[in-house]
C-alpha cells in the first residue's frame, strides 16, 4: 500500500443474491485515495457507485456479498484489509463513524424519527470518543455550530421532522463530522435538496474538508457538481470503472464514449440555440448473465464489430493519471491492447471461448 | 441470433405491457402455498357443491343402531379371502348380568361397497332431481340389509358425520364468503363517501366505525343473534347470520378505503376526471377503486377466516345457525364436553375441516399479499 | 438560521439549566395536554353512540322487556295480573316513544334522582334497571364479575406482550430461520384452531395426565374461604388453559404484525446510518428498530383488548370461568336485555377506554403524533 494513499480498492466484486439468480453489481473496480483528496465516483443509477461505498464501510445488505481487497490506513489497526475484518464486530466497528463516516442521500430518513437530533449525533460522540455525558454533548453541539445550525441549544433537542431538508443534511454531515474522520465518503448528499441549498452545502463541505482535512469519496451522478467539488474523478458503468482522471483532465479531453455521452449530455450555457442536448441511447443492460463483451456495448456509437462484442476491454494509462477502458481509442496504450486481445480471439476462435477479457 | 434478440424483446416488452392483475397472477403462480391453498380450496367448494352426491347419506338420516358409533372400518379380506373393499354390519350385544353394551362387527356377512348407488333423493344444483350417491354400501354377501359406512363415525343420534361435514360446508364455507362481498361493498361505499367528501360527513363515519370496532366482536354478535327470532326457515337464518357477520366486518375495510381515498383523491388524474364533467360515483369506482382493488382483495381473503371461525364459535354456543340446519359450528356442539371428547373423538373431525379452510384462505391472503406488492 | 419555529420560542430558551421536572412540565403544558384534552373530547360522542348502539341491540329481541320478563315469572309459575304488567310498562317506559325511551334509559343510567323508588331500594344513583334472569339490579351482577373479568383480561394481556414481543423480535432478525418458520406456523394454527376446541382438547389432556381438567378458576375450597395468599397459586394454576387459549390466538396476532413492523423498520434508512455511525448491531435492533416497530402495537393495544373479550366470552364458557362471558350468554338466552346491553357496554367502554389510554402512551412514545395533534 503506497504511504501517501489512505484507501485502495482492489478488484472489488459486489454479488447480489437474489431469488432470481446471481447478479453481479460491482465487477473488478480498482481505484486509490490520497490523504485529503477528494474523488468524484460518477455514474447512472444503478451502476454499482452506492454498493462500492457500503462495500467499504461494510454496511450492505445480507444480500449483497462483497469480496476483492479495500485496504484502509487505520490509525488504531494500522493497515488493514476492510473486508477481511467481522463485518459486525468490534474492529470494523471502530472505524465507522470514527475514522470513515458517510453522508447519505436523503436526509429526511436518515434520522430516525423517535429520537432527537442531539441523541443522534452525540450517540457517536458516546461511542467513540468520550463516555462523559457533559462533554460529549458539548463536544456534538460545537460540530453542529461548525456546520452551521444556528440556535444549537434549541436545536439539539429537536426532533427531524422540526427540521427542514437543507438543516437536516447539515445535521448529518455534522454526525459525520463529530469524531474527526479521515474519510468522508458522501453519498449523493445534495440529490435530494433543491438547487440552492444544494450549493451551501456544497460550500460547507469544502470549507470542512479544509478544516478537518480529510479524504472524501464523493458520489453523484451530476457532472456539474463534480467539477466544483473533485479533484480527481472515476466514471463507473454496469460495475466497472470505464474511465478515470483528473477533474480538470475529464471534462477537457474525455476519451471513453461513455464520458463523452455523459458530458454531452449536460447543458452548457453559451451552447447553441437549436442544438439538442445529446442522450445516450438505450438503457443499462441487467447485470445479470452478462455475456462476454463491452458492457456499454448495446449503446456505444463507437463500437467494433467483432470485437466490442467478444471481449471486454480493461483499463489502460492513457496519460500520466488518466485511465480508460476502450478498444477504440487512438492511444498507444489502447492500441496495443486491442491489438492482443484481436489475437488472442483470432487464436482461440475455434477451439474454446473462455478468456478474452481478461487478457 | 437475430430472431433470439427480437424474441427476447419481444418477452421483454410483455412483461412491462403486462397489466397488474397478469403481473400478479404470474407471481401468484410462483407462491406454491398459495397455489396449494387454492387447490384445497377449490376442492373444498367442489365439495360443497356436490355434497348431496358425494355424501352418502343425507343431512337427518340416521340409525339408532349406529348412535356414537366410531368411524366404520373397512376390510378387504373375509375370512381369509379376498373380496374388494368392504364393510360388516354394527351390532350392539346387551350384556344381561350388568345391562352394559358392547358394540362389535357382525362378521358373518359382508357388505361390498359400491360406487354409484342410490340413496336419498336430492336435486343436482338445486335443478335435475337424482338418487345416485358416489359410493354407498351394498347389499350383503347373504342378502342381509343395514350396514352402513360411517367414514367418520356418528353422532349422538346415529347421523353420518362424514355426510354432515360435507352438507354442512355449503353453510359454513359459503356465509363467510357471502358476507365478505357484502361487507366489501358496504365498506367500499362507505369508505369512499368519507374519504372523498371529507367534512362533517367523514367525521360521523369516522365515529361509527370506531363505535363499532370498539365493541367486543363476539358479544356484539351473540347479542345481535339474539334477536334473530327462533324456528324461522334455514334460508332466512342464512341471510340474518350473513347479515350479521357483514354489520361487524365492513369497518376495517371502510377504514382502508378511507385512507387510500385521502392519499388519492389529490392526484391529478382524478383532478382530470373531475375537470372533464365525470360523475363522482364513476370517478370513485373507475378510477380510484382499481388502484387499490389488489389491496382490498387481500384484506377480503384475509377476513374470511375470522368469520369462519366466527360462525363456527356462534353455532356452537347455539347463537348462529340453529339445527336442523347445519354447519360446521353445529356439528362441533356435540363436542362440548371433556367427556364427549374422551369417549367420541371422532367428533372433533369437524374442526379439522375448519382448521385446512382457515389456514388455507390465510396463505393464500399472504400470497396475494405478496403478489400484489410491487417492491417484491 | 432558515425556519426557526416560532412555537417553541419560550419553550427551551434556559435550557441547560433546567432540571428533568421542569422539562416534564413544559412537555405537559404544551402539547400533551392539548393533545389528551382533544382524544378526551371525542371520547364523549363515542361513548354516546356506543349507548345508541347498545340501546338498539337491546330493542331487536321480538317482544318488549316487559313480556319477556313475565314470560319468564310465568315459566316460574307466578301469575301475572295485567296491572302489574302495565305498571312495570310504565316503569321501564316502554309505552313511550322510542327516542323518548332511550333518553329515559341513559338518563337513568347517569343519575337517578333521590327522590325516585328506585333510589329508595337499592341506595344507587345509576338505574341500570332489573335483571329477571338473576333476580337482581343489573349493576349488581355486572359489578359482581366485573373486578375478575378486568383481572384474568389483565394477566392475559400481560401474558400475550411478554411471549410475542421477543419471540417478534427473535423472528424479524433471524428472517427464514427455522425458528422464524416454526412461529409462523404455530401462529397460523392458534389463528386457525377455534379457542373452544382448543379448550376443550386442552382439558382433556389435563384430565389425561393429571386426573383434574382444571375447570372454573376457583377450586371447592377457594369458593368457601374466598382467594387468599396461600391459594393464589391454585388460582394461577387454573389460569394456565384460559391464558393458553384465549392467549394464543392473539399471541400469534402480535408476532405477525410486530414482526412485519421490525422488518419494515430493518430496512429502513435510518439503521444503515446508525450502523455507518459504528453502532452495534443489537443496539441498532433495540433503540431503533424496536422503539419505532412497538408504535403500531401500542396503538393496537385498544384491539387486542377487544379480542380479548370476545376471545374470553366464548372460551369462559367452555371452561365454566366466572366472568362476564358466561353471564352474557344467560342474559341472552333468557332475553334479559337490560343485563346484556349493560355488559356489551361495559365491555365496550373499557375497549374505547384503552384506545384512549393506548393513544396517550403513543403520543407519549412517538414525537410526530405530539406535533401533529394526532388523529389516527
Known amino acids: 500500500m503506497n504511504e501517501e494513499n489512505i484507501l485502495e480498492v482492489k478488484d472489488l466484486h459486489v454479488d447480489i443474491h437474489m431469488t432470481e439468480g446471481l447478479l453481479t453489481a460491482v465487477r473488478g473496480v480498482n481505484f486509490e485515495m490520497k490523504k485529503g483528496e477528494t474523488l468524484g465516483l460518477v455514474g447512472e443509477s444503478g451502476c454499482g457507485k452506492s454498493l462500492t461505498c457500503k462495500a467499504i464501510l461494510g454496511i450492505n445488505d445480507k444480500k449483497c456479498v462483497p469480496s476483492g481487497q479495500i485496504l484502509f490506513d487505520s490509525e488504531g489497526l494500522g493497515k488493514v484489509d476492510l473486508l477481511s475484518l467481522d463485518q459486525k464486530g468490534q474492529e470494523i466497528r471502530s472505524i465507522r463513524g470514527k475514522e470513515i463516516s458517510m453522508i447519505f442521500q436523503e436526509p ?65 454531515i455534522a454526525m459525520a463530522l463529530v469524531c474527526n474522520p479521515k474519510m468522508l465518503i ?32 464523493f458520489i453523484t451522478h451530476d457532472l456539474g457538481v463534480v467539477a466544483k467539488m473533485c479533484d480527481r474523478v472515476a466514471v463507473m458503468y454496469l460495475g466497472k470503472i470505464v474511465e478515470s482522471a483528473d477533474a480538470s483532465e475529464i471534462y477537457a479531453n474525455p476519451q471513453h464514449p461513455y464520458t463523452r455521452g455523459l458530458i454531452g449530455s449536460v447543458h452548457k450555457i453559451g451552447s447553441k440555440k437549436e442544438e439538442r442536448l445529446f442522450s445516450i441511447e438505450g438503457t443499462v443492460p441487467l447485470a445479470m448473465n452478462l455475456p462476454k463483451a463491452c458492457g456499454f456495448y448495446d449503446r ?29 481509442c487512438p492511444h498507444e496504450a489502447c492500441k496495443a491492447q486491442r491489438a492482443k486481445v484481436e489475437a488472442d480471439l483470432k487464436g482461440e476462435a475455434i477451439p474454446k471461448k473462455e478468456e478474452g477479457g481478461k487478457a | 441470433m437475430m430472431w433470439k434478440k427480437k424474441k427476447k424483446q419481444k418477452s421483454n416488452e410483455d412483461y412491462y405491457l403486462a397489466s397488474q392483475w397478469t403481473l400478479m397472477g404470474r407471481k401468484l403462480k410462483k407462491h406454491k402455498l398459495a397455489k396449494l391453498s387454492m387447490l384445497i380450496l377449490l376442492i373444498l367448494y367442489l365439495g360443497a357443491l356436490f355434497a348431496d352426491f358425494l355424501a352418502p347419506y343425507s343431512l337427518e338420516e340416521f340409525d339408532a343402531l349406529y348412535k356414537n358409533s366410531a368411524p366404520t372400518s373397512i376390510h378387504v379380506m373375509h375370512e381369509g379371502k379376498f373380496v374388494g373393499p368392504f364393510v360388516y354390519k354394527q351390532e350392539k350385544v346387551i350384556n344381561k348380568a350388568d345391562f352394559s353394551v358392547t358394540i362389535s362387527e357382525d362378521t358373518s356377512e359382508y357388505y361390498k361397497l359400491k360406487f354409484f348407488v342410490h340413496g336419498p333423493e336430492y336435486k343436482i344444483l338445486g335443478l ?92 356484539l354478535w351473540m347479542a345481535l343473534s339474539a334477536a334473530i327470532p327462533p324456528g324461522i326457515s334455514t334460508i332466512k337464518m342464512y341471510f340474518y347470520i350473513t347479515i350479521i357477520l357483514s354489520f361487524i366486518n365492513w369497518t376495517g375495510m371502510a377504514r382502508v378505503v378511507r385512507g387510500k381515498f385521502l392519499s388519492l383523491k389529490n392526484e391529478d388524474y382524478v383532478m382530470a376526471a373531475r375537470l372533464s364533467g365525470v360523475s363522482t360515483w364513476k370517478i370513485i369506482w373507475k378510477h380510484l377503486v382499481p ?86 | ?222 369458593l368457601q374461604n374466598g382467594v387468599h395468599l396461600y391459594n393464589f397459586g391454585e388460582f394461577l394454576k387454573r389460569m394456565i388453559i384460559p391464558i393458553i387459549v384465549i392467549g394464543t390466538s392473539g399471541t400469534c396476532g402480535i408476532i405477525r404484525s410486530v414482526r412485519a ?11 444503515l446510518t446508525a450502523r455507518a455511525k459504528g453502532v452495534p448491531e443489537r443496539t441498532i435492533v433495540m433503540k431503533y428498530c424496536f422503539r419505532a416497530a412497538i408504535n403500531p402495537t401500542v396503538s393496537g393495544l385498544g384491539g387486542v383488548l377487544s379480542s380479548l373479550f370476545s376471545g374470553s366470552t366464548v372460551t369462559a364458557m367452555v371452561l365454566n370461568m366466572q366472568i362476564q362471558g358466561p353471564v352474557l350468554l344467560k342474559a341472552l338466552q333468557a332475553q334479559d336485555m337490560y343485563l346484556a346491553g349493560a355488559i356489551v357496554m361495559v365491555q365496550a367502554v373499557l375497549v374505547v377506554v384503552g384506545i384512549l389510554l393506548s393513544d396517550i402512551a403513543l403520543a407519549f412514545l412517538d414525537p410526530r403524533i405530539r406535533y401533529s395533534g394526532g388523529g389516527r
Open chain 1, 186 to 217: 458522501a453519498d449523493e448528499p445534495t440529490t435530494a435538496l433543491d438547487v440552492t441549498i444544494q450549493a451551501q452545502i456544497l460550500e460547507l463541505m469544502k470549507s470542512l474538508q479544509k478544516d478537518f482535512n480529510m479524504a472524501i469519496l
Open chain 1, 108 to 172: 429526511m430518513v436518515a434520522f430516525s424519527p423517535m429520537y432527537t437530533i442531539g441523541n443522534q449525533i452525540n450517540e457517536a460522540t458516546r461511542l467513540h470518543i468520550t463516555k462523559d455525558k457533559k462533554k460529549s454533548k458539548e463536544i456534538s453541539m460545537e460540530v453542529m455550530r461548525k456546520v452551521g445550525i444556528a440556535n444549537v441549544e434549541k436545536r439539539y433537542n429537536q426532533y427531524p421532522h422540526e427540521f427542514s431538508g437543507g438543516m437536516l443534511q447539515r445535521a448529518l
Open chain 3, 261 to 271: 413492523q421490525m422488518l419494515d423498520e430493518v430496512g429502513r434508512q435510518y439503521t
Open chain 1, 300 to 328: 456505444c456509437d463507437a463500437r467494433i464489430e467483432g470485437l466490442c462484442d467478444k471481449a471486454e476491454p480493461d483499463l489502460v494509462e492513457v496519460a500520466p493519471g488518466h485511465k480508460i477502458a476502450c478498444f477504440n
Open chain 2, 291 to 376: 388502484g387499490f382493488m389488489s389491496y382490498l382483495i387481500v384484506s377480503i381473503t384475509l377476513g374470511i377466516p375470522g368469520s369462519i371461525v366466527g360462525e363456527t364459535s356462534m353455532s356452537y354456543l347455539g347463537l348462529g345457525i340453529k339445527s336442523p340446519a347445519t354447519s360446521w359450528g353445529v356439528l362441533l356442539q356435540e363436542a362440548s364436553s371433556v367427556t364427549d371428547v374422551a369417549s367420541n373423538p371422532h367428533k372433533l373431525i369437524p374442526i379439522i375441516f375448519v382448521t385446512i379452510a382457515v389456514l388455507a384462505f390465510n396463505f393464500l391472503g399472504d400470497g396475494i399479499r405478496d403478489a400484489a406488492d410491487p417492491y417484491k
Open chain 2, 128 to 219: 335435475i332431481p337424482c338418487d345416485l350417491h358416489l359410493f354407498g354400501v351394498g347389499q350383503g354377501s347373504n342378502g342381509g340389509t343395514g350396514a352402513k359406512i360411517m367414514l367418520f363415525g356418528t353422532d349422538t343420534l346415529g347421523r353420518d358425520i362424514f355426510s354432515r361435514v360435507l352438507l354442512g360446508s355449503r353453510i359454513s364455507l359459503t356465509i363467510p364468503f357471502a358476507s365478505a362481498i357484502i361487507s366489501f361493498f358496504l365498506g367500499v361505499t362507505i369508505g369512499s363517501i368519507s374519504g372523498y367528501f371529507g367534512g362533517a360527513i367523514d367525521i360521523v363515519i369516522q365515529r361509527i366505525i370506531e363505535v363499532i370496532g370498539a365493541v367486543p366482536q363476539i358479544p
Open chain 3, 1 to 222: 438560521m432558515e425556519e426557526n419555529a416560532s412555537k417553541s420560542k419560550s419553550m427551551h430558551e434556559d435550557l441547560p439549566k433546567k432540571t428533568l421536572w421542569e422539562s416534564v412540565c413544559d412537555f405537559f403544558k404544551k402539547d400533551l395536554v392539548q393533545y389528551i384534552v382533544k382524544r378526551l373530547l371525542m371520547f364523549i360522542p363515542t361513548l354516546l353512540l356506543i349507548s345508541i348502539l347498545v340501546f338498539f341491540v337491546i330493542q331487536l329481541p321480538p317482544g318488549d322487556y316487559v313480556s319477556a320478563h313475565i314470560a319468564a315469572l310465568a315459566t316460574e309459575g307466578e301469575i301475572v295480573d295485567a296491572d302489574y304488567a302495565a305498571q312495570l310498562r310504565a316503569d321501564y317506559g316502554l309505552d313511550l316513544p322510542i327516542h323518548e325511551q332511550y333518553i329515559k334509559w341513559i338518563k337513568d343510567i347517569i343519575w337517578t334522582p333521590t327522590d325516585s323508588t328506585y333510589y329508595r331500594l337499592y341506595g344507587s344513583h345509576h338505574n341500570w334497571k332489573y335483571s329477571f334472569a338473576y333476580g337482581k339490579d343489573v349493576w349488581d351482577v355486572v359489578d359482581d364479575r366485573l373486578g375478575l373479568t378486568i383481572l384474568v383480561t389483565a394477566i392475559i394481556m400481560i401474558f400475550q406482550y411478554a411471549v410475542s414481543l421477543p419471540i417478534a423480535v427473535y423472528a424479524s432478525t433471524h428472517q427464514y430461520s427455522v425458528g422464524d418458520y416454526i412461529s409462523s406456523v404455530i401462529g397460523f394454527l392458534g389463528a386457525a384452531i377455534p379457542n373452544f376446541i382448543l379448550a376443550i382438547v386442552l382439558m382433556y389432556l389435563s384430565y389425561k395426565w393429571t386426573g383434574n381438567a382444571n375447570v372454573g378458576l376457583f377450586s371447592q375450597e377457594m
